[in-house]
């Protein structure tokens, strides 16, 4: 099985970057372009795959909070997100 966290928390990483960015950094419409062109595609993922995807935001946020707690801040609340739909 392919090793996606690295993927994953380049996604995460960017949707980070983009909420932290000042106006003069990013224009505002753009960053939340990109944002609901992510979440877009992240509705594709069907909802039998959300519990397994869940609990890999979960590991993932465990295992760099303490680096990276903007970064693990996102995954957790990505994972709770897919607990409420």
Known sequence: MMNLDPIILAMVSC???LDAAEVDEVDPSFAVKVQQVM???L????RSGEPELR????RIAGNISAGEPDIARHL???ADNLSES
């Open 55 to 58: 609990a890999m935001l979960l």
């Open 76 to 78: 957790r609340r990505w």
């Open 43 to 46: 509705l594709e993922i069907p």
């Open 39 to 41: 979440g877009e595609y």
């Open 15 to 17: 949707v980070e970057m």
